[in-house]
Nanobody, 120 residues
Framework: QVQLVESGGGLVQAGGSLRLSCAAS????????MGWFRQAPGKEREFVAT???????YYADSVKGRFTISRDNGKNTVYLHMNSLKPEDTAVYYC??????????????WGQGTQVTVST
């Protein structure tokens, strides 16, 4: 069993930055891939970024060049660094384990989510 706890969300002005964290426990963190997804009000959950156990990454086109996913295996934590935030980035952000995939239904474990709100 894997437990995931996100943190770092909040209110930020457009153009600003935030760093989300996802702390994992329960399994050997370094062995599995992680992903970030988001869900805006009234919209479907969408893929944001994923990182392989070895560090390879993949991003949604909508965040490429603005967001960076990273991991610290020593701290059992995955991060989502978000720069140049836009109002359309407003959503609840979720981390997930343990697939290197853009499909949410392929992940077995999910965190509770953290709210990110970008104001104009």
């Amino acid at each position: 069993q894997v437990q995931l706890v996100e943190s770092g969300g909040g209110l930020v002005q457009a153009g600003g930055s935030l760093r989300l964290s996802c702390a994992a426990s329960g399994r050997t963190f370094s062995r599995y891939a992680m992903g970030w997804f988001r869900q805006a009000p009234g919209k479907e959950r969408e893929f944001v970024a994923t990182i392989w156990s070895g560090g390879s990454t993949y991003y949604a086109d909508s965040v490429k060049g603005r967001f960076t996913i990273s991991r610290d295996n020593g701290k059992n934590t995955v991060y989502l660094h978000m720069n140049s935030l836009k109002p359309e980035d407003t959503a609840v952000y979720y981390c997930a384990a343990d697939r290197f995939s853009t499909r949410g239904d392929e992940y077995d474990y999910w965190g509770q989510g953290t709210q990110v709100t970008v104001s104009t």
